[in-house]
């Protein structure tokens, strides 16, 4: 419940309209090479096979200030002393898709943080999970009605009120590995990472601590809590990329996931938080929607994804067919320059709700 009240005040940046003035950025330049001298030929450069798919071409310039926004806002986590931001927005409507970093992903080893360094993203794996679980139901290994000391020992008797909790995702790893007889992990590349082709995303193995080429993570800005063990266990221990978050919500946007159209309805039947004081938050299997009709925002409308403890995100914005996602490692409330999720929104507002 507490985390859905950070989450609220997350938002909070958006619905003030508030934006401030454009902030200064350092613009880079492609590097160029010396023209040849007069005994020389010049140099022709073959082309490769790497060649960077349709959305990922260098954007035209009318995108160069909306860039320059991103970049300005992961500088601005950076420069009020948080030592890692990261972020990624997929607006193919648009013709726009950009990632970027700033900072280090490993202070102490001078790690600089670049756009693919994988990262833990902590809660986002609940959306994962709420997946995974549907289909596992789809495949007919579980139901979403049997009673809990089906496949568990029970651990405590059911309530009447419903609120979002780590232990429901921890106990939900169990039944995954109860009724798959492996690993969560296992269960999650047969059923999820392989089939989307997630090739650079994977489960930590309980026990473990920092990973090589993993971002580290930080609490009270600066101290290093990377090799403690996971603090939620099974409900946040899946370290990915934002180019495979983004393969993960796409996929899941366009009806890929699941089998079963009723899968879909099942994991976005929403419950409305209005009753616990959460106006305009509402809680699906694994996801959160925003509802920012009820703040008197039409132009935003919805919002759909998870924030994390660490202060990543994955959302989805359905009224402009957007993905973003990113994060600041870092465990605190809120960085002290403002919300990095938040901030994406008001960048991009400008461009979708043009004329």
């Known amino acids: 419940m507490k985390r859905l009240l950070l989450v609220f005040i997350v938002f909070a940046i958006v619905l003030s309209g ?13 590097p160029t090479q010396p023209p040849p001298t007069k005994t020389e030929e010049p140099t022709v450069v073959p082309a490769t096979e790497t060649a960077l798919p349709p959305t990922e071409e260098l954007q035209t310039a009318e995108f160069a200030e ?3 926004a991103l970049q300005a806002a992961l500088d601005a986590q950076v420069e009020a ?5 990261l972020l990624m927005v997929d ?8 990632k970027g970093a700033a900072g280090m992903a490993d202070v102490e080893g001078k790690v ?32 979403l009605d049997d009673p809990i000391s089906q496949y568990l020992d029970p651990v405590s008797a059911p309530g009447e009120t419903f609120a979002p909790n780590d232990l429901g995702y921890v106990l939900l790893g169990l039944v995954i590995e109860s009724v798959t007889g492996g690993g969560l992990g296992e269960a999650y590349q047969t059923w999820l990472f392989e089939p989307l082709s997630m090739k650079h995303t994977f489960m930590v193995q ?4 920092q990973l090589e080429n993993v971002a580290h993570v930080y609490a009270m800005k600066d101290l290093d809590v990377s090799d403690l063990a996971s603090l939620s266990w099974f409900s946040g221990d899946v370290v990915t990329t934002v180019d495979d978050l983004k393969q993960f919500m796409r996929a899941w946007a366009d009806g890929e996931i699941f089998s ?16 616990a004081g959460f106006s305009g938050l509402s809680y699906g299997l694994g996801v959160i929607r925003f509802d920012f009709n009820e703040w008197d925002r039409p132009d935003i409308d919805t919002i759909i994804g998870y924030p994390s403890i660490w202060n990543g995100f994955l959302f989805y914005w359905p009224k402009y067919n957007i993905v973003y996602a990113g994060t600041i490692n870092q465990f605190i409330p809120l ?6 999720s938040g901030q994406t929104l008001v960048a991009l507002l400008p461009y979708v709700t043009e004329e």
């Open 18 to 30: 508030c934006q401030s003035g454009e902030p200064e950025a350092v613009v880079g330049s492609e």
């Open 66 to 68: 909306l860039e320059q």
């Open 81 to 85: 002393d948080f030592p890692v931001a």
């Open 91 to 98: 607006a193919p409507d648009l013709g726009f898709y950009w």
């Open 112 to 143: 600089p943080m670049e756009p693919d360094t994988p990262f833990r993203i902590s809660g986002i794996t609940n959306v994962m999970m709420g997946a995974l679980v549907l289909r596992l139901a789809e495949e007919g290994m579980l139901d």
């Open 206 to 209: 309980p026990g473990e601590s």
């Open 260 to 275: 079963d159209p009723a899968s879909m309805e099942a994991m976005t039947e929403w419950v409305s938080m209005a009753d």
């Open 335 to 340: 960085s002290a320059y403002g919300d990095l």
